[in-house]
């Protein structure tokens, strides 16, 4: 009998490809994935299950962070099935069933890996062929607003209970993300001061070097606020925010606490739009979309009153890069603030800033720093659980502490609803520039361009 039988619904898409094919190899060559797993393709292409390793086995090459050697890789493949059939025809779901009771299985993943649209015949064609012990995986957006998320539950509800649905939201995957709570908890002398009499501001940034590629249909209609900052840079928030971050068990629920309290900072609201935007692929003509949002916030609980989150992402940006960055009040002499930062991608590792005296100068004070670069060594880089390996494990293990709960998302569209309403229209900026005028401040910008002292 088959342990863990993985349905990829979408399994010719690019996150299939990308990222989903290589986790499950990293996980086959560290022993976390069995040989009693299955991994079962779902398809409309008229392929063999030769025709797919053929076009999948590049991007296994490329992606993977295990070197793909021949004997391993013959071997991951006897755990790979292809199924043709076309997911929006319930119907074609009695194929999925013939095969799932011709070879049965303790557990069934199913992973939707496609576009919102698909969502609804999936649901329904799993719920109406009756799979046994269902973990269903749903892959952001969940909806657009507060109202279609809303319909989308009820759709899953109807068939699915809560606690087996697994809504990914790859950031916390991220091995320096999962990281935070360590930092925090783990060190008095930051676990001492992680509140508001300390803390001046928090900047939370995700910039990137690239467009909106072969994504404008759907972009055109999200942009920024909702590709971005509703889910994977308010959920950072959250992390950083919570109250009692020892205890993991209650982790989701102090998340929400944090998403209630959020109040947007009047007057804070940058909007851009890169030049060149409107000649994409699949992007309106007049549209008013932006690929570049910067925005603050305020948390309105006790330990963190007062102090003022920064949330800003970006398309086409200089750099790329995405960190946190904890920036603490300046000391009484008036001298560059201490600031501690957590560095997510592409750069991963840790980083404090704090004051001494210059050398050999009596009276004169000098910023110096001290940091940890985790993926600087190749064998922290290869021992490191990429973000859907960890997700990936975390289904299996029924570990719902690093997904996506639904009052969370019930919070975090409210708010983004609202704020949506109150943006202002883009300002055009430059590809490769740092956005619109006020966009990246100087301190952020200082951030990035620092490079990691510590080689391990």
Known sequence: ???????????????????????????????????????????????????????????????????????????????????????????????????????????????????????????????????????????????????????????????????????????????????????????????????????????????????????????????????????????????????????????SLQQSVVLHSLKLLEDSMIMGQYRGYLDEKDIDSKSQTETFARFSVGVETSRFQGVPFHIITGKEMMYRDTAIQIVFKSPYSGQKPNILTIQVQPKEGVEISFNIKTPGKSDEISEATMDFCQNCQMQNRINTPEAYEWMLMSIMLEDGSWFSHWDQIVTSWKFMDELIQKKPKPILYEKKSLGPEGGLTAEIVECIEKPFICKI
């Open 1 to 251: 009998m088959v342990q863990n039988r993985f349905i990829i619904f979408g399994g010719t898409g690019d996150l299939t490809y990308r990222k989903l094919l290589p986790a499950f190899y990293n996980l086959f060559i560290s022993q976390k994935l069995t040989k009693q797993d299955e991994i079962l393709i779902i398809g409309r292409r008229d392929w063999t299950k030769t025709d797919y390793v053929r076009k999948m086995e590049p991007w296994v090459k490329e992606f993977a962070r295990f070197k793909v050697e021949e004997d391993k890789f013959l071997e991951f493949i006897q755990q790979i099935q292809y199924l043709k059939m076309n997911l929006s025809a319930l119907d074609d779901y009695s194929i999925l069933k013939d095969y799932v009771t011709k070879s049965k299985a303790q557990v069934h993943v199913c992973y939707m890996a496609v576009s919102p649209q698909f969502f609804d015949p999936i649901v329904e064609g799993i719920h109406q062929i009756d799979l046994f012990n269902v973990r269903l995986v749903m892959e952001k957006p969940f909806g657009t607003d507060l109202l279609s998320a809303t319909k989308l539950q009820r759709k899953v509800t109807r068939y699915f209970d809560e606690e087996n649905i697994y809504r990914i939201d790859h950031y916390l995957g991220k091995d320096m993300v999962r990281n935070i709570l360590t930092i925090r908890c783990e060190n008095p002398i930051f676990d001492a001061v992680w509140n508001n009499r300390y803390i001046d501001h928090v900047n939370i940034f995700a910039l990137e070097q690239v467009g909106v590629e072969n994504r404008g249909s759907y972009y055109d209609k999200a942009g920024a606020l909702r590709d971005m900052a509703q889910n994977h840079l308010l959920q950072l928030l959250s992390i950083i925010a919570v109250d009692n971050p020892h205890d993991l068990h209650t982790l």
